[in-house]
Structure formats: structure tokens, C-alpha cells
């Protein structure tokens, strides 16, 4: 278990914490904190402010997914899924959401418009080198598994 701080930022002081919708969920889902409605025309998008900041343990990062259910209802979707929103990031947490929908959408504040993912991310260290080790898979370039 992680704890990470939350923390609402000034005139957000109405706006619900991200929950999780069941004890399970792996996310938490996410409000929108627009002052006015925003309305999506088709095709548009738009950064929609969440109200809140985190701090979470180095090892993670937070994903933003869309919800499954504004996409397939309303073709609302995130533009740059998952977005990524790193452990060192200390500004508003946004969400890109595009309309690939037919129809205007209209986001209201206190909406659900997407989730948060915590993952955990493993420290790497790139090491450059000349020769890589012996693989049968890749050498034919991208895409090439080597086998027919
Ligand atoms: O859906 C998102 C994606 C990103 N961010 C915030 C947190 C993240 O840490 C920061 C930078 O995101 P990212 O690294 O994806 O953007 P970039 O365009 O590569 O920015 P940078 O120049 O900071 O690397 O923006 C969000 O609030 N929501």
C-alpha cells in the first residue's frame, strides 16, 4: 500500500477526491473541474482541469485512462492515453479529452471524465554498448520476429 498526497487547489474546495468506484477498481475515477460547462464539438478537444495536485512515492507514476463507457456512449476519449503523469509532477492534474463522437458532448464540473492509474515504474539506467546480446528475434527490423 502507497500512500500518496492529495491536495485540492484553491477554489476546488467543493470538488470530490478521485474514488474508486468499487473496492477493486484499479482506478480512481477523475472530475471535472470546469468553472462553465465546456462544450466538445465533434473532433475538438480539450485540457480539462481536475482541481487537485499530487505527490506520490518515486516509484510510481499515475496513468490517465478514458472511461469505457463515455467512449463507447459518446466517443469521448482521451487524446494522448494513458496519459502519464510523473512522480516529480507537482502542478493540476489534466485531462486531454477529445470528441470523436458525432454529436457535441458537454462537460460539467463535478463530471466523471476519466480514471487514474497508479503503476509502479522500475528505476532504469540506460548503458550504451556496441554489441548487444546474440537474438533471433528483431533482426530482420521492426516489426520481424525472425521467424516465418
Ligand atoms: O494526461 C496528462 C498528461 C500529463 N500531465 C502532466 C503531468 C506530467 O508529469 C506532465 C508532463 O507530461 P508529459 O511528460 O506527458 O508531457 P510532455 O509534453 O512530454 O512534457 P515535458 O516537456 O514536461 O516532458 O504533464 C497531466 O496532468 N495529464
Known amino acids: 500500500m ?8 484553491p477554489g476546488n474546495e467543493d470538488m470530490p477526491l478521485p474514488v474508486k468506484m468499487s473496492e477493486l477498481a484499479s482506478g480512481f475515477d477523475l472530475y471535472a ?27 510510481l507514476e499515475a ?10 456512449k459518446h466517443g469521448i476519449t482521451t487524446l494522448n492515453a494513458p496519459g502519464t503523469v510523473d512522480a ?3 502542478g493540476e492534474v489534466k485531462v486531454l479529452l477529445i470528441n470523436h463522437g458525432r454529436e457535441p458532448f458537454t462537460i ?32 530482420g527490423g521492426f516489426g520481424h520476429t525472425g521467424t516465418k
Open 2 to 9: 502507497f500512500d500518496v498526497r492529495i491536495k485540492r487547489l
Open 63 to 72: 496513468q490517465i485512462r478514458p472511461r469505457s463507457g463515455l467512449a463507447f
Open 88 to 90: 516529480d509532477y507537482r
Open 108 to 139: 460539467e464540473r463535478k463530471e466523471r471524465i476519466a480514471q487514474m492509474v497508479f503503476q509502479r515504474v522500475p528505476q532504469i539506467r540506460l548503458v550504451e554498448t556496441d554489441e548487444l546480446d546474440d537474438t533471433v528475434r528483431g533482426v
Open 33 to 59: 473541474a470546469v468553472g462553465e460547462p465546456v462544450v466538445l464539438a465533434p473532433g475538438e478537444r480539450a485540457l480539462i482541469p481536475t482541481g487537485f495536485a499530487l505527490a506520490m512515492p518515486g516509484e
